[in-house]
């Protein structure tokens, strides 16, 4: 029942891993590897990230899970894919490894 | 339901019940295991209600002072080029007002409410690990009060709460100020852990039966929410404090530019804390509210699970804000924009719990008491408060108004409307449950006028005055800039709002009266806080079957109280308290508490003692302190663990055990919380490390100078061998082996713990590193340092454990003792090998790759 309760942190907790990784990397990945690559990162993770959450949200929705837990973890998985997105949009947007000017 | 239901009174009590009346005895007995001490003997009391008041006594007193410094503050800068304040007592001033308020007032008290109301609330006796609670006040208290008082000797710490090295490194603050901030607070953080730890083993494993975490009050899920985020987040400032405190007293350059620190670091690691920390505050404000709300509007509480999901969301969100803070130090464009994002991203939560308030004051009827009026100036300023908060979220708009009294504007408006107002709501709300006599409506009408006026005079123009450029911490500033009106009027304001808060002092002495019988649930409440209670709590524990019981069963209270539910009695003898598990709340096992004492009090002011001489540099009698307080614990703890009673009744046909180990046992989750927090610490340290090599790759050492592999495998040597110890020792102890064989293994597995320290210590030594060379060096001596002190609590539990074996107390059976100390050492193994692949195995990848 405990790892049932758990498993409603999932989508958070996948947020927080790409959150984690793109913000990491941008130091290590600006140093050694360039631009381009940092966004190529950014973007396949935080495209994995939303796959993984969509798949959780759908499963929990379709009620694969049950309970209190279940429909907790899609609320928390709801709103960790908006975070998620919101998250990679800067890459789109701003040039990597850049100085704020 | 619209209504307070009054459905079901006549059925009968659902199954388990006792029959009534009950024997006279059964109460007798409760009143005799549960009697507080006599006279000024109350203070070695531990019962949460004592405590818990004490608590909120204490917090309240930090905020009437740190509240006298706001107004000194105002008073300077009422008027341009003021002499009332000199330039280095004003630091001085603002430094401890945002100090005291954080760390003395907004965390403490939310604790403080949390260890008064959640027993009550989930129908516990007392808090699981009482004495842990008392000891947690008494270290803030007596800490906290001494911290204060440097004030008054001119010994305050002036650079700013947050304390930005390398001003407050010793080349630009040499005197003590800096040093009393750095011990006084992070020990004051070491016990508001103990509380998180107390009140998270609480809320998960001691509710009534029946009390599902889907039928839990919001408080509780806030309170859970708020002590998870301190687990996580209190160690990286902990490890801050450390290491700045560390770099002040014997030179280890971890944040000094020229041997390679960099004083970001400080800045990442203080706002990995600092940024939750709000979040830490507002959540328990929060829970408050949505319990005041329900109870005001006669109705349950809408999307109440849709707060659920918003609570823990905020808690994740809340961790990936911190660089908001550090807008315009120079990181890279595309990392603000994912601090930026995160920081939209937080305020969804928090639009959700918004708009569930409204929604639950539109289905039903608004009752315009006090409270109600406090929680909507809390709604109106709060959200104000989040709108501005957005504006700085946006990187841009940030870069015009950092530093100046915009954002000063910004965080009273979340802070003051977030925590404070909430709070006197909840001071208004839940008087009666504890004083013969609620609080007066008539003055707390008039304590928030003044509070609202006072407040948005004080604070709205400040916005102005940052936009016109006025910069935070100047302690005055010349005429002719356009910043007058504004000063004037904020300071005006700040005085109404003062008066405010001294019209509530005078209700509380006119009207609070702690220690009678309670005036009892005057607003027609539907939780379990509102049953009516004595110095045991509720007289029998009832089976929860919904979020609002005393709505579903407006008998319940008769019922409580004639002894028909779980545990009319004590049924050991001693004080005791239900564990259930901890997502069903089924009943698990009768937990025996402990009972009052002053061996707590004694830990509690010795530590203190020890933190503070050690500032003074007076470290013999520091030391001497030190031991007198593990002394103290030592006598504390000796008493715990009793040896088992048999199962018992708590119901008719519920017969519980009253002795468990491992994950049934509520120590084991407090060890497994204690590890979580030393996990952070130590991944805020693996953090500190990567950072500073990614600043300052030149002073990591080439492949020639590292450490020689022969002791870096010695070290790992001792760490197996100390491994196959504890294993071979949990093995003897369960088949009830030998006791001398035992503890021969338990002490060779202890000497190879401390000998891989020793073995690290000499092999970069032996390399010619030096802590206090380079931010190399530091970081490098930073990791056996570390694991010293998880290594020396190892110890002491060790110790502890092969006295009780000596004396009969630990045995196949009775292993609570063994089970707590196997997880600690388990956890120093795995750290102590995580630290020596970092700092032995890491500089061979940048060696070879730099």
Redesign the interface.
Known sequence: ??R??LAS?YG??L??AQ?LL??AS???A??FLGADA?RVL?LTASLAAALAVTILLLRQWRGDMH???A??GV??AG??L??II??A???L????????T | MSQAPATEAGAGIPPPHYDRPRPPQELVGLEEVWRLPKGWRVLSAINNSVVGYLYIGAAFLFFLLAGILGLLIRTQLAVPGNGFLSQDTYNQIFTMHGTVMMFLFAVPAVEALGVLLLPQMLGARDLPFPRLGAFAFWAYFVGGLVFFATLFFDLAPSGGWFMYPPLTGTAFSPGMGADFWLLGIGFIEISAIAGAIEIIVGVLRTRAPGM???RMPIFAWTMLVFAAMIVFAFPAVILATMMLEVERAFGWPFFITAKGGDPLLWQHLFWFFGHPEVYIIFLPAAGMVSMIVPAMAQTELVGH??I???L??TG??S??LW?HHMFTT?????????????S??VA??SGIQMFAWIGTIAAGRLRFATPSLFVLGFIAIFTIGGLSGVMVAM?PFDWQVHDTYFVVAHFHYVLVGGMVFPLFAAFYYWAPAFSSRPLSERLGRWVFVLMFLGFNLAFFPLHIAGLLGMPRRVYTYPDGLGWEPYNLASSAGAYVFAAGILLFVLDLFRNLRPGGPPAGNVWQAGTLEWLPTGNYSVRSVPHVEGRYPLWDRPDLPREVVEGAHYLPRSATGVRETIVT????GEAQFLMRLPAPGWSHVVAAIAMAAFFLLLVAKAVTLALVCGVLSIAAMVAWMWRSDPPDAGAVEVAPGVIVPTYVSGPASPAWWAMVVLMLVAAALYLSYVFSYLFLW?VSPQVWPPLSRLPDAAWTWAAFGCLSASALALAAGDRVLRRAGPPILLAALVTFGLLALVGAIALDVRAMSAAGIAPTRDAFGAVTFMAPLLQGQVTAAVVVIGLFALARLAAGRLTAERRVVFDTLRLLWLYALGQGALGLALTHGFPHLAGAGG
């Open positions: 029942m405990t049932f309760a942190l958070p907790l947020w927080a959150f793109v913000y941008e130091s290590l600006c140093k940092h950014v309970g209190t837990a429909s907790l609320g928390l709103l960790a908006v975070a919101w998250t949009l800067p890459a947007i701003l040039p990597s490894c850049a100085a704020p | 599902t975490l889907d699970r849709l659920v999901v918003a823990i969301a994740f969100f961790f990936g660089v120079g990181i890279p464009m595309v990392s603000l924009g994912f601090f930026s994002a995160a939209m991203a969804v939560p990187v598990s901890a997502v069903e990614t």
